[in-house]
């Protein structure tokens, strides 16, 4: 992955053939402008900082004859490469739970990275003995080596690269993904995708997203629908009940008094979220009523009281 490097001739406003002179005058120009001691409101230091910070590179870069002839040479390289042919689009699909998708992940994958061949040094071969007459011309005029045509020597690629210079090997590397994917969600990292083949960029991966079932649990859009179950006080007395969400949340939910099974309790904006359009669902939730195991009978006044709530 190439980090982008700013244009720093643009930064000072020179062009390119300007004289050490012109840029040390442009520097002092802009640093007067951009220093942060002449800036007092927070929000203008912050930015006064970030320009002197990127100035200030791009003199010390410029007026330095090593680094400026470095720079430039980078600066060509970042041009061959962007003009020439990009290498390919990979794409991916990566099932991840709703709580991966909710709060981000990290998903591992392989890369192919080109790389000078050890062996021949990205020569692609060497000039050897003729195999054929063994360096020495055994042939006349009218009888010409085959192989070497005489010369002495042949040509032979190189093993380990079939003559190519590059060797192609994998490599691993890991995707932190962002909090607030959702099905069919797709992400897109920078060359990270097939080498080109013509000194280009790297194509891009493509990561389309696909949210794996939940037990317990439905999903309808952004919603998240699932049973709510309530020990028989609870539904009968009301009170508050501790849920874990899908998501990796927990959520206090309020269950008000005489709370029947199949009662639908709707929790808003709790479902799940999808960042690339701001929008948040609802936790939809059905109520069952889980009656308790009593080790022991019930007295005559618990029945009496019981049976005197359901005649009411």
Same mark, same amino acid.
């Given at each position: ?35 942060? @001691? *002449?800036?007092?409101? !927070?929000?203008?230091?912050?930015? $006064?900082?970030?320009?002197? &910070?990127?100035?200030? +590179?791009?003199? %010390? ?15 060509? @390289? *970042?041009?061959?490469? !962007?003009?020439?042919?990009?290498? $390919?689009?990979?794409?991916? &699909?990566?099932?991840? +739970?709703?709580? %991966? ?212």
């Amino acid at each position: 992955m190439h980090t982008q490097v700013p244009d720093f001739y643009a930064c000072l406003g020179v062009d390119r053939a300007a004289s050490k002179e012109s840029i040390v005058a442009a520097f002092r120009r802009l640093a007067m402008k951009w220093h942060p @001691d *002449r800036h007092f409101k !927070a929000a203008d230091k912050v930015e $006064a900082e970030k320009q002197f &910070k990127t100035i200030k +590179t791009a003199y %010390e870069t410029l007026t330095d004859d090593s680094r400026r002839k470095y720079y430039d040479q980078e600066d060509a @390289d *970042r041009q061959r490469r !962007a003009s020439a042919r990009r290498g $390919a689009d990979v794409n991916e &699909k990566v099932a991840v +739970t709703i709580a %991966e998708g909710f709060n981000g992940t990290h998903i591992s994958f392989e890369e192919a990275v080109v790389d000078h061949c050890e062996r021949c040094a990205g020569q692609r071969g060497e000039w050897m003995q003729c195999s054929r007459c063994s360096g020495f011309s055994k042939y006349s005029r009218l009888s010409v080596c085959p192989v070497c045509r005489n010369t002495g020597q042949e040509w032979r690629n190189c093993g380990p690269c079939h003559g190519l210079g590059t060797v192609t090997r994998k490599r691993k590397f890991t995707v932190r993904t962002p909090a607030g994917l959702v099905d069919g969600s797709v992400l897109t990292v920078k060359e990270r995708g097939k080498p080109s083949e013509h000194g280009g960029l790297n194509g891009d991966l493509h990561i389309a997203i696909t949210i794996k079932p939940e037990s317990g649990w439905k999903r309808k859009g952004l919603n998240l629908s699932g049973t709510l179950k309530l020990p028989f006080s609870i539904a009968l007395l009301g009170g508050t009940i501790e849920l874990l969400l899908p998501t990796g949340k927990t959520v206090q939910v309020q269950v008000p008094a005489r709370t029947n099974a199949g009662k639908k309790i709707r929790l808003a904006g709790q479902g799940l979220f999808d960042a690339a359009n701001d929008k948040r669902g609802d936790v939809l939730l059905s109520t069952s009523i889980v009656l308790p195991s009593v080790k022991r009978k019930l007295t005559p006044e618990m029945e009496a009281v019981l049976r005197q709530i359901d005649g009411e």
